[in-house]
């Protein structure tokens, strides 16, 4: 408080007391007429509490005068009643989000297909992202394929087959030959690596393209059978597993009659490429996914691609991170049957080794009567 409140304060505490003496007196003399001694009584207790009732309001005054002093701008003041009116905002935001919340747990939301609750939340969140990242691995693979390509969601392989044998069809006149390619992580990075790309996100199709002129170039079918022959012999000196894996002439092979996408679709989307080349072995060269584990390069991929093409006209189909089918015109001979299965065991040992057959010879009697070849490295 300035100096010259403090006077002013002072002066009107001064007056303010001779008054009420002033006005105490009066009431004792009134009292005084009214009743003589016991009047006089009366008139002092009178008095007396309206003294003490006096103080007490002067009291109170000098308090709020006080704080007054300590926060002249009033700041304070109304920093107390901002804070009261957020606390008074807050409790009502959780009343609201509460009440929120509970009409969504009670809501099912028919456009989205799911019941709005914290878990389908979650869940829709999760979804939602996934979708993005989806959308993102399909813009780069789009851009890897360099070719025109339609997309088909997962639980599409019938729509999928069909368009990939009319396609099969339409290319002899246009001038390509459609492949299956399913959307993949895994995939991207093998067929990056093989390009030499160390960030898949950079994709520069220019330098692709070269490489994939350079493998057409300088493929070869005599390479391709000798790098066959090679591994078959590896293979065979260690003879006596060697000679549990060729087993005996076997009718236990099964038929692949068409190509079997469903698995794969079920869980990965696709895309259906109408690839702008001559031959179909070219497309080994267009999608080197190979080079891990027992997968072959993309040099052998592309010879042994152009001399199967050669010999029994396969056409590769479609391949995901770790599968290859192929296609053929028909089944091959009793004659070349077995020589074909230990080839394909030389390419791939697990279709024998991890799957059903067991054996080189229901290898055999399986290519005796399909129409599709299956490979999968574990």
């Known amino acids: 408080m300035s100096e010259s409140n403090e006077n002013q304060s002072g002066c009107g505490c001064i007056f303010s007391i001779i008054a009420l003496i002033a006005g105490l007196a009066k009431i004792v003399i009134s009292f005084s007429k009214l009743g003589g001694g016991s009047g006089a009584i009366i008139g002092i207790v009178v008095a007396i509490a309206i003294a003490i009732i006096f103080f007490a309001i002067e009291a109170s005054k000098e308090e709020t005068n006080s704080d007054d002093d300590d926060d002249p701008t009033g700041y304070a003041a109304r920093e107390k009643r901002e804070k009261a009116k957020r606390e008074m905002q807050a409790q009502q935001n959780i009343i609201e989000k509460n009440d929120t919340k509970q009409e969504c747990n009670n809501t099912t939301t028919y456009g989205l297909n799911y019941v709005v609750n914290n878990e389908t939340n979650s869940s829709s969140t999760e979804e939602e992202e996934e979708e993005c990242e989806n959308k993102e691995l399909v813009e780069k693979f789009k851009r890897l394929i360099d070719c025109p390509c339609r997309f088909y969601g997962t639980d599409s392989s019938d729509e999928l087959l069909e368009d990939y044998n009319e396609s099969l069809e339409r290319g002899k006149r246009e001038g390509f030959i459609p492949f299956i390619i399913f959307v993949d992580d895994d995939l991207l990075m093998d067929i990056m690596f093989e390009f030499n790309h160390e960030c898949e996100d950079e994709i520069d199709i220019e330098k692709i393209r070269t490489m994939r002129k350079e493998l057409i170039a300088n493929a070869s079918s005599y390479e391709g059978k000798r790098w066959l022959d090679e591994m078959l012999k590896e293979y065979q000196e260690d003879s006596e597993h060697y000679q549990e894996i060729l087993g005996t002439p076997s009718d236990k092979g099964y038929e692949i009659p068409e190509l079997y996408l469903e698995s794969s679709n079920e869980e990965y989307p696709a895309l259906l490429a109408e690839v702008p080349v001559s031959a179909p072995w070219h497309l080994f060269a267009w999608f080197p996914f190979g080079n ?19 010999q029994y006209g396969a056409i590769p189909a479609f391949i995901t991170h770790d599968t290859l089918e192929m296609t053929v015109p028909h089944p091959v001979s009793d004659a070349q049957s077995l020589y074909l299965a230990k080839e394909q065991y030389a390419y791939c040992l697990d279709q024998v080794e991890q799957s059903g057959l067991q054996t080189i010879h229901a ?4 290519l005796r009567t399909s129409t599709v070849w299956h490979f999968w490295w574990d």
């Open 292 to 310: 891990w584990n027992g997968c072959p390069d993309k040099k052998t991929l592309v010879n042994v691609g152009r001399y199967w093409f050669e």
């Open 363 to 366: 290898l055999a009697d399986s």
